[in-house]
């Protein structure tokens, strides 16, 4: 074995045994930590379609066009050069045995050479955007870790070239170790280009430019291994699992068992589970979550890649005093709430979910907020005042308005609506959920109106609960008292068994993704519907007929997407097929679909007071005024109430509608 053999193979193992300890680090705090246990769903076919989309396509990133296709060729670079890589140590470490060979190394080759360019051209283009355009999402995180990585993968391919010219050039075919002499110039396009107005080396300079690109080369590869587990490029290593592992409902809040459990929510990093932890490891610090999150967008402090990044570093750092030196659980974890963790942040979510939708590693950021809320309210009964309100109110009225219940059904007067809670034994197709703001607010009392117009118009059997509904459970869940949550969802799904549900039809986003999603944690499986999908399919079977009104002409139509109908439920196209059913004149926000603005409503704070920062509602009510709409059409309560009132508060009252789907259906049914 040669010297240069011998030094490679330990600088090889060296470099591997410290990134395979540091993994082992990283893991065994994943395994040892955490006091929740959770199993995980086999569900392979799913597991690994998105192995396939997210890791390998590179799917989520293209949600930014400019760094999707950046790091998406980036990535695509790196896994070229691993068959190139692999035969590189191979034949330093045992010169004259080669890993490639035949179609499979000029196949090889031919990748590498063409992603190589792509490679260095992409670290021009990164290191613009950092540092020339500078991007604001980048600006202030770990600048000195992604300049040091994106020398390192520029030094790694140009290196490459440096050996491929001279490989070309007849320089190194007797050296030992070196690779791909065999084959034809046409294998290595680039190379070839390059050797061909390069100027000729002797062949005395040639070696020795040979053997300074060979360790360099060498040298690059061995501390970029060393690095990834210690920095950001953690997420090399972390990310592909995580999606593997990826929770079947993100943000979708698991219940409490308060019979067996006795630490409630997210207090310290015990409180957090082990997939949790990979959630923290994969962090790749891109900033996307936060460039979407709409407290953050109007100036608020919350930022969901500082939440993730900061508990990391208390697990790192709090992971390393418990693996070496013990001691009482209690003394070494201490709470991530307040510091770093501020309370003001936590209750600045609105849950809407853009940090999860636009996480390209599936990261869940909102349920690690709500556990941490959880253990405000549950472990220390701190919450603000609003909300202490608001969860008072649900106790005592079964809903957030201090309204008496029996008066809930008040807005069906004269409208010859099925209540159950007056004739039990009434038959019936589907069960119209009203949800409490449609039943209480004097505005959304009118969604309520228009959608039993249109269900008696297509001739659907339908009832409501009337004085039996109460609160779906989401205004307190979300807000962290589980507890109450607990409470009103069991005595609903008595309410519903009792009344032999199985189809529900709501006009309420969060009562429409609590009934679907999380009520059958607690023993129930419903048929349930939002009201925009429901309609769309009585237009698209005929059952209603929808006209054009001749002021429409006049009108220009927005469509503003509900979080928990669109980024939780994926309705997007529906609610958009009924509005365009009659509207000639139609335009798209700045921001919509899966990135549509938040009203702000959500997460519980339809009842708190925005203090800090611009008012989300008003900012989303601007992005309506510039495609010059006059009616915003909607399709939940919640944002409803918001955006009327940022309507009227920002001076456009006289100049733009805001109008529910089923108003404006109502309103245009022969």
Known sequence: ??????????????????????????????????????????????????????????????????????????????????????????????????????????????????????????????????????????????????????????????????????????????????????????????????????????????????????????????????????????????????????????????????EKETRFGATDIRDFDWKDYFDFYACTECGRCTANCPANLTGKTLSPRDIIWDIREVVVAQGTEYRTRGGDRDQVFKTVIGEPILEKDLWSCTTCMACVEQCPVMIDHVSKIVDMRRSLVLNQGKAPREVIDLTRNIEQYGSPYTIDPSTRADWAAGLDVVDLSKTPDAQYDVLYWVGCVASFDKRNQEIAKSVTKILKKAGVNFAILGSQEKCTGDPARRTGNEYLADMMIKGNVETLKANRVQKVITSCAHCFNSLKNEYKDFGIELEVHHHTEFINRLISDKKLSVKSLDSDTLEKYTYHDPCYVGRYNKLYEEPRDVVKSFAANYEEMEMNKSKSLCCGAGGGRLWMEEKEGTLISHKRIEQADKVNATTVVTACPYCMTMLDDARKTTGREDKMKIQDVSELIAGRID
Do not use: C
């Open 1 to 258: 074995m040669y010297v240069f053999s011998i030094i490679v193979l330990i600088g090889l193992l060296l470099s591997a045994g410290f990134f395979l300890y540091t993994i082992y680090r990283l893991l065994w705090n994943a395994v040892k930590i955490p006091e929740k246990k959770p199993g995980l769903k086999l569900q392979l076919g799913r597991r690994i379609y998105l192995v396939i989309r997210n890791v390998f396509l590179q799917a989520k990133l293209f949600k930014d066009l400019g760094g999707g296709i950046m790091h998406a060729l980036m990535f695509w670079a790196f896994i070229a050069f691993a068959s190139y890589s692999s035969d590189f140590f191979v034949s330093a470490i045992f010169p004259g045995t080669n890993l490639l060979s035949g179609t499979f190394e000029q196949v090889a080759f031919f990748t590498v050479d063409i992603f190589a360019i792509i490679a260095l051209l992409d670290v021009v283009y990164a290191f613009i955007r950092r540092w020339g355009i500078k991007i604001k999402r980048y600006q202030g995180y770990n600048g000195f870790e992604a300049w040091f990585i994106l020398s390192l993968v520029g030094i790694l391919m140009a290196t490459y070239y440096v050996l491929s010219v001279l490989r070309l050039d007849g320089v190194s075919a007797n050296i030992p170790g070196s690779i791909g002499e065999n084959l034809a110039a046409a294998n290595t396009p680039v190379s070839y280009a390059l050797a061909s107005v390069l100027p000729k080396v002797s062949a005395t300079t040639g070696y020795y430019i040979y053997w300074t690109a060979f360790t360099i080369h060498a040298a690059d590869f061995i501390i970029f291994l060393a690095y990834i587990p210690t920095s950001k490029h953690l997420h090399l290593f972390a990310a592909p699992f995580n999606v593997l592992f990826a929770k079947e409902d993100q943000a979708i809040l698991k219940p409490i068992d308060f």
